[in-house]
């Protein structure tokens, strides 16, 4: 989604309070692009350690409070805080919550953002949203993800990596039976233009097919990488290519790394 004005603001006064475990991450991230096609009213704020949520949602608030902005709290617990924010009839919400500090990539310093999530991570963490709850908004973002950056087969072979109590299949097939979207589904969408839901099935079909045919070719004793060409960028891997033996093998840790040439 192309941010809107008010999230560039908010991002810009809280960017330069940079929390070591502090970070944005959801969607945010990932169509952070004139380009994409979604726009959404929510900025998340992502931490590792839960004792961090609540001084730094409460120190966000602070500084948007004194730049003229109403922060109005709609739910405060330990663990996860949400608040409304408005200026001159424009509103947004934020999000603070923990997540597992579990990623492939460490994370970004980004001049507009503060600290983010890098987006090969922010890719699989909608992946395995789509898997885990039916929402339109996972169902339109994960085929911009598809069309623009790796494809479902790459995206669900990675998400093993950090859940690893599920399959590239499970997870695909999870991702399927939630894709029983109404074209009134789709409307409802802050969109940046019309979508038609039956190009939109013909998109997934095509990404699942393929998603399908891939995960069946990959080595069973690498689930859970993401495949890095030497540039240490995210690939759609082609096993039956030659190059597909220099690609590097790329596994999340505790606060993600950058891959390693082997």
Known sequence: M???????????????????????AGASVLHHSENSPRYSQD?????????SIALSAENDAMILRDAGYCVRWVLQNPTFYRAIVE?????????WAQDSAFRFFPLQDDEECGHRLHYADAAINKMLALAGREEA?????????????LGLGALAWAACGKDPGY???????HAARHGAYTQADIDRLDLA??????DLKKRWLAAHQNALSLIGKLPAKEIG????????????????SGDFPNLIRHFGCIRGAWPTPF
């Open 2 to 24: 192309p941010l809107s004005d008010i999230q560039k603001k908010i991002l810009r006064l809280i960017a330069h309070k940079r929390h070591p475990d502090k970070y944005l």
């Open 43 to 51: 900025l998340d704020f992502f931490h590792d350690l839960a004792q």
């Open 87 to 95: 200026i001159e009839n424009e509103t947004v919400s934020l999000e």
């Open 137 to 149: 908004r996972d169902y339109i973002d994960i085929l911009y993800i598809d069309q623009t950056y």
């Open 167 to 173: 399959t590239p299949e499970f997870i695909l097939e």
């Open 193 to 198: 233009e019309n979508v038609d839901l039956k």
């Open 225 to 240: 990488c993401l495949y890095v060409d030497r540039e240490g960028l995210p690939v759609n891997p082609k096993p039956e």
